[in-house]
């Protein structure tokens, strides 16, 4: 493990559908100001390799915050991240903005 992998600060990665993201910019906002770091696709730099780096920054987070509604709960890539997240066991932290919640996530308590 590198230096600088060893100092980074745990964060929240937020997983949501582009239809919530103003949503979310507010979202991100107030954890910040809580002193609670976190990232989402908006920080994928230009000429990123998008898919690889979601997957990484799942990996690399302390937790995975599922924001759901009901104009997100089809879109593929909500669904992805929530398997990927399983699939590495992290802590899923599901957001219930609208709507009936998502089934894959019924195990769980929403806030």
């Not at 780096?53 to 909500?78: E, F, H, R, T």
Request: glycine share 6%; proline share 3%.
């Amino acid at each position: 493990m590198t230096a600088d992998r060893r100092r980074q600060r745990p964060f929240a990665f937020v997983c949501y559908g582009h239809v919530d993201h103003e949503y979310v910019t507010r979202l991100v906002s107030h954890l910040a100001k809580l002193g609670i770091d976190t990232w989402h696709d908006a920080k994928i730099p230009s000429g990123a390799r998008w898919v690889l780096l979601l997957k990484q920054k799942i990996v690399a987070s302390g937790a995975v915050i599922v924001v759901m509604s009901s104009a997100a709960a089809n879109q593929k890539w909500v669904h992805n991240e929530i398997k990927k997240a399983r699939a590495e066991s992290k802590e899923i932290l599901p957001l219930l903005l609208d709507g009936d919640g998502y089934r894959s996530l019924r195990d769980r308590q929403f806030s």
